[in-house]
């Protein structure tokens, strides 16, 4: 549990989640700038030296930072789109009732209908439960009297690592939360 390492850029920019292994790759090449989180993940045990007899160890931070230049700039990525992520950023309410429902009982919903040109994006989909999204059916809110109880937003870098759903350790997951926008659901 909690086996992945939250690679950021030199600046503290989220990359990717990476294995313990690959993480041991960048303490062994020394291209770490910098760690994070309040106790190492996991001490890794290496080869015996000769000359000493010591065992190598490393221990691995759940956070790491790697030197060099940012490979993603913060502003020009759009996190990529999942069902999971989508109810998870809408809080599992219906953005028509306002009513919490269990995952399950969720459907995605499209504002401006497929079929009128809406697409797959986080600003044209919201959270709707089956009965609203039914009445609702290939409307928009207006047409169907349905206003939004809630706007849709793209979410930021930090949000998207939050609404992945992984199983991340606490210190990781309030590092992460600390650097929410501010205004966001997820805080």
Known sequence: MHQHVLQLDIQ????????????????????IAWVDGSTPLRTLRGGF???????????????????????????????SFAK?????????????????WPERELQ????????????????????ACGPCNGRKADRTPEEARMPLVYLPYVP?????????GRHIRADVHEWLAAR?????RLS
């Open 12 to 31: 503290g920019t989220p990359q990717r989640w990476i294995t313990l292994e690959h993480a041991a790759l960048h303490y062994a090449t020394d291209t």
């Open 49 to 79: 030296n000769t000359k000493t007899g010591r065992q190598s160890l490393i221990d691995v931070h759940p956070i790491i930072a790697l030197r060099g230049a940012p490979r993603i700039n913060l502003f020009d990525v759009t996190p």
């Open 84 to 100: 999971h992520k989508l109810f998870r950023r809408d809080r599992f309410t219906c953005a028509y009732c306002g009513q919490r």
């Open 108 to 127: 995605c919903e499209h504002i401006v209908p497929e079929s009128r040109g809406g697409g797959w994006t986080w600003m044209n989909l919201v959270t």
């Open 156 to 164: 930021s870098r930090f949000e998207d690592f939050l609404l992945e």
């Open 180 to 184: 929410l926008p501010k205004g966001s």
